[in-house]
């Protein structure tokens, strides 16, 4: 794999970096910080008051990572499925990718073996299996309240 770097006008300034060839797919040209809003959804309703906070993101070329650590939050009112809307960028497909750690206001199977983000179109789920009955894959469910916690990381492709 080659690594070439062009040089622009001034000394030391990179203006472009070209990986495994030096055609225009190959140019690094899109590196991006910044922050995004998630708010807490769900299927079935909102939470009587808005859930919100902020979370960061990078974005490289097409590849977007998001975190957001949602913290003690009021979802009474919330029902069906826990979603976050708000993603920086719009998905470009489904994807299931990520983690996540929850305390709290959420209703979990007892046999649940994982938890995974989807990350879709217009918000981001979080599916859960069964190690016991192996179902199929099945959305987590709010247990609305007081104390609301969910920590997440995931990543998806745009055509941003």
């Known amino acids: 794999m080659a690594l070439t770097q062009v040089i622009g006008s001034g000394v030391g300034q990179v203006t472009d970096i070209k990986i495994g ?3 225009s797919a190959n140019t ?4 991006e910080e910044g922050s995004w809003t998630a708010t807490v959804t769900g299927s079935g309703g909102n939470p009587s008051t808005a859930a919100t906070e902020s ?3 990078v974005k490289i070329g097409r590849i ?17 499925a826990v979603r976050l809307t708000g993603v920086p ?12 750690m929850l305390y709290y ?14 990350v879709t179109a217009s918000y ?6 069964d190690y016991q009955t192996s179902t199929a894959w099945g959305e987590i469910s709010h247990a609305a309240g007081a104390n609301f916690y969910l920590y997440t990381s995931f990543w998806y492709e745009t055509d941003s």
Do not use: E, H, R
Not at 28 to 31: H, M, R
Not at 89 to 100: C, D, H, I, R
Not at 124 to 129: D, L
């Open 64 to 80: 977007v990572y998001c975190t957001v650590t949602i913290s003690n939050k009021d979802t009474t009112g919330a029902s069906g």
């Open 89 to 100: 960028f719009t998905p470009n497909k489904s994807t299931a990718s990520g983690n996540l």
């Open 21 to 23: 060839g030096s055609g």
């Open 105 to 118: 206001a959420k209703s979990l199977n007892s046999t649940t073996a994982n938890i995974t983000p989807y």
């Open 55 to 57: 979370g960061s993101y």
């Open 28 to 31: 690094l040209d899109d590196y």
């Open 124 to 129: 981001v789920a979080f599916y859960q299996t």
